[in-house]
Nanobody, 126 residues
Framework: QVQLVESGGGLVQAGGSLRLSCAAS????????MGWFRQAPGKEREFAAA????????YYADSVKGRFTISRDNAKNTVYLQMNSLKPEDTAVYYC???????????????????WGQGTQVTVSS
C-alpha cells in the first residue's frame, strides 16, 4: 500500500510558476511509475505528466509540454511537477498518482494507476 500526499498548490498570476510535490510512503517508491493528473471544475480528470520508476523517461500532455517538468527523487520518495508559464486554463485540482512498474500501461489513462493522492488546488488568475 502506498500513500501519496501532494503539496505546493496555490494561487498564482498568469505567467507565473509553481512547483508541486508529492511525498510517498513505503519502501517501494522506486518501483513505481508516477504521474500527475488534473481535474478542472465540470471536466473529467486528464493526464498531465508521467515519469518512469528510474526517472529515465517522461511523458507529457500536449497542453503542458514545454511548460511543465516532472521529476523524482527516489531517495526522498518524492515526485515533483514544476509548472512554468502558467495559464488560466491550467486551473484545476492536481492529483499525484502511482502504479507498480510491472503493471505496465501507456501512462496516459487514469485507470492504469493504482494509488492516488487527495489533490492540491492550483488557481491561475488572468
Amino acid at each position: 500500500q502506498v500513500q501519496l500526499v501532494e503539496s505546493g498548490g496555490g494561487l498564482v498570476q498568469a505567467g507565473g510558476s509553481l512547483r508541486l510535490s508529492c511525498a510517498a510512503s513505503g519502501r517501494t517508491f522506486s518501483t513505481y511509475n508516477m504521474g500527475w493528473f488534473r481535474q478542472a471544475p465540470g471536466k473529467e480528470r486528464e493526464f498531465a505528466a508521467a515519469i518512469t520508476r528510474s526517472g529515465g523517461s517522461t511523458y507529457y500532455a500536449d497542453s503542458v509540454k514545454g511548460r511543465f517538468t516532472i521529476s523524482r527523487d527516489n531517495a526522498k520518495n518524492t515526485v515533483y511537477l514544476q509548472m512554468n508559464s502558467l495559464k488560466p486554463e491550467d486551473t484545476a485540482v492536481y492529483y499525484c498518482t502511482g502504479t507498480p512498474w510491472a503493471r505496465g500501461g501507456s501512462y496516459y489513462f487514469a485507470y492504469e494507476y493504482d494509488y492516488w493522492g487527495q489533490g492540491t488546488q492550483v488557481t491561475v488568475s488572468s
